[in-house]
DNA sequence: CAACTACCTGACCACAGAGTCAACAAGTTA
DNA sequence: TAACTTGTTGACTCTGTGGTCAGGTAGTTG
């Protein structure tokens, strides 16, 4: 009994040891990359703030680029997820709504992977540029589709599907891409939750009303 | 005379040597910072693709940071420019749809400077933060003024014109900062002169109706 | 406990990249 | 032409950084 307790008990330790490293570098260098870029980051400073020795993280990441697609990998993934939620069988009143509203909030939560995300497509997508063109490319032809339903059931203005998520994108992202740039410029050291929320009120209002899509 | 003349043609050779080699190198570093980044960016690539020796480039400019503050210091003012344009007494209606319509010209001549502001913005603004607090401040307070100004002569909705600003900025940024991804998307090599055209008209419809603005 | 595996880390290496410098070339002026 | 300024460049230095490695320690299993 004592044996086996002990021996879970270890096992368990064990296990954590690696899963809440693993997870602590990941989440440093997600900040350090989000601030600094790939090339500004170096692998010693995410070792400093994570107190880690430097070779404790090659140790669980061979090398600084395994480790900086690691941290990619996961960006994309949700980024599709608030896109699948858009159907044609709703009415682009609600989901507009909605899809603003969570990709606003992703702004606000999850800041340093949305800055890691938007600074890769800035200068090319060198290591991102395969999944763009099939798994995003494949959502974004059917989110385009289910728009052009919205069209065709009268809905919405026929307006370009294409052109509008790239608006919608890029106004929703810009409160995590902007976010320090807005704070300065609106004289408060960060955006709070009230900006956040009036920020994805007002895209929402435009674009519904810009879209001819009638409220209520 | 004929001393004269030489003189005079040296005179401007010399000055022309200054000056065609300051301009191409901050050509060729614009290109590379706006593709890797600053910290991605060598002296030595820069070197490579303007055809000097590396220790040309530091004849003309002392430090990489210095030569980086040159190119950006260019950005800004462009960036400004377009804005002052906007002014209390213009409708909304031709103010914004100018607007627009140059910021994204300005995302497909200037792509580069374009995105080298982003990719500033994104990582703090390290370099720019005080001609953020300054400059770009005094003319968005300004600029927001305006708008309000046109809410008062109920020219548009009661919307918050700092969340307005962003969201144009944003939208129109995006074809310089993400013409790569657009384009992967849409299936083709690069966004064409169509497709920026389209874009801006897009933006401008959706703003002017959202904003409740009454076209013609 | 013994053998084993997973984890940890300081010392080390190779190399790239920013910036210096000294010597030289080319234009300029009197 | 002589004195001077401006431009040019290869060779060099020095720091920082990604990555290796060997020798350790701590958990694990029979």
Known sequence: MTDTKKSVIK??????IRKGNLQLILTVAEQRFAEFGYNGTTI????????????NILYYFKTKEVLYKEVL??????????????????????????YILLKVRQSKD???????????????????KEKLQTDLKVQFISTCQVIREWIAKQWMNPISPEHLLFMIWSST??????????????GKAELDDD??????????????RGCGIKQL
């Open 44 to 55: 010693s400073s995410i070792a400093e703030q994570a107190n880690l020795p430097k070779s």
């Open 110 to 128: 999850h800041s340093n992977a949305s800055r890691i995300f938007a600074s890769e497509l800035l200068h090319g997508a060198p290591f991102l």
């Open 73 to 98: 990998s996961q960006i994309l993934k949700i980024w599709l997820v608030d896109m699948e939620e858009m159907t044609a069988d709703q009415h682009p009143k609600e989901a507009l709504r909605q």
């Open 11 to 16: 096992r368990r330790k064990s296990a954590d």
């Open 173 to 186: 992202q810009a409160y995590a891409d902007y976010g320090l740039q807005s704070s300065i410029l609106m």
């Open 195 to 208: 900006d956040f929320e009036t920020g994805a009120e007002l895209i929402t209002q435009i674009v519904l």
